[in-house]
């Protein structure tokens, strides 16, 4: 009999979230599932790792093939946890998500959704993060279910080009039915951010970060431009933060 | 007369670090200055942003063509709050560091030194992020002068492609004067955790992280090969995580 393929999950909207228990409920059939995901939410944690204070970890759930355990920490440390500490060997797959809010274009770098997912690419583990463009914690999974499934199933059958993970996300839901997958690039977007500036009860000033989303990138192939399609943007990433392109025409000698 | 540049200097090790203050002495006669530093060390902290809480802000010092100010955010954080707050435009020049600590190879995506830099690239803003291959508060920042401040100027004099910051790092001083710059690419090379896993007086168990860094990239032109051979190495990055060799080969097609 082949053994059962290990699936790590986690997220960044916290333990309780709804995209998190959608996510768990879709793929559960599919191997042997343990779930790492943190008491508090950690949406904007990126790749943060705890290193100033010691993690704690409480087993809440456990079944055959099946694991539930909650932590203290951020998205990156759960899959470092698991890696290193809860799961009885390196995992086949990391899944993330299913994240309140798009991790399309630059949010991939504030995301803690893709960074549990990166952190698995570092160790050449696949993983797949996946994102629903609708911020709302009541917002609606229910288009998702077939392209979850045939994406991590693809995945486990397949793998992954070495330390390459996806950043999946979807529209949201609409009268419309999604028109299917795009592989695509990250699109080159931003935030256009303002501070608001308010007073304390004791009249001291503090500042609350707010912003609009803003996306100058008219290219075709964009992971934006997918979404804005109706379909399902694939994105394939990693960590190399090289610009290769400049590597040989820069000159630094002094 | 030509306006002075404007540089706004932050780091992931808090407003007192050594290697800060050694960066603002390096730099504070080449434009008008504006350090955004952490109240508290944000080491690891990578690209987070503060979502979930305010923000506060003490200005600490105005001088001429010198403020600086002391937050309780992020590096990335302080990099939003200098765009959009603080500075009085939009800064010319983004400095990080000098960071105890290599930021080389895959560190470059843990690291708050080099979020804040990243951040800047986000926006155009050039950038630089500096780190010496040295934990220690006690680190020898003797050696880097010269380094830090031909870099500084010839991207003040130059600026940056589009998009693109720099990952500078430092070897450990030693007896051997440093060979020179190379521009170089990111190693692929990874940490080896472990937690180490303890009992609290309460007989509560908790984890720490902690783990060895280990290069398994023996190519030529890596950041983790220059410093081997007491080179500073640059390294051009971006924040386009697109595994672009791989856009068109997957196909996900249900």
Chains 1, 2 share one sequence.
């Not at 699936?7 to 960044?12: F, K, Q, S, V």
């Not at 705890?50 to 456990?62: D, F, G, S």
């Not at 951020?74 to 809010?101: E, M, Q």
Request: glycine share 8%; hydrophobic share 35%; net charge negative.
């Amino acid at each position: 009999m082949t053994k059962k393929p290990l699936i790590l999950i986690t997220n960044d909207d916290g333990i309780n979230a709804p995209g998190l228990r959608k996510l768990i409920s879709l793929v559960k059939h599919l191997g042997e599932i343990i779930v790492i995901a943190s008491e508090h939410p950690m949406s904007g944690m990126a790749h943060a790792v705890t290193i100033q204070n010691p993690l704690r970890v409480r087993l809440l759930t456990e079944e055959t093939d099946y694991k539930e355990y909650l932590t203290t920490g951020t998205p990156v440390d759960n899959v470092k946890l698991g890696k290193h500490k809860l799961a009885s060997r390196l995992p086949d797959l990391i899944l993330s998500g299913i994240n309140h809010g798009s991790n399309a274009a630059v949010n991939i770098i504030y995301s803690g959704t893709m960074g549990a997912v990166l952190e698995g690419a570092i160790d050449r583990v696949p993983g797949i993060g996946f994102s629903l463009d609708d911020f709302s914690p009541h917002a609606d999974f229910s288009h998702v279910d077939v392209y979850v499934i045939a994406i991590t199933k693809k995945v486990l059958r397949e793998g992954l080009p070495k330390g390459v993970c996806l950043n999946v996300n979807f529209p949201l839901n609409s009268s419309e039915p999604l028109k299917g997958i795009k592989v695509c690039r990250q699109a080159d977007a931003r935030w256009i951010e303002e501070f608001e500036e308010r007073q304390d009860p004791h009249g001291r000033t503090y500042y609350w970060l707010a912003g609009r989303f803003e996306n100058g990138d008219d290219r075709n192939d964009t992971d934006e431009k997918a979404l804005a399609d109706n379909y399902v943007s694939v994105v394939p990433s990693h960590t190399d933060f090289t610009a290769h392109d400049y590597v040989n025409k820069l000159d630094f000698s002094l």
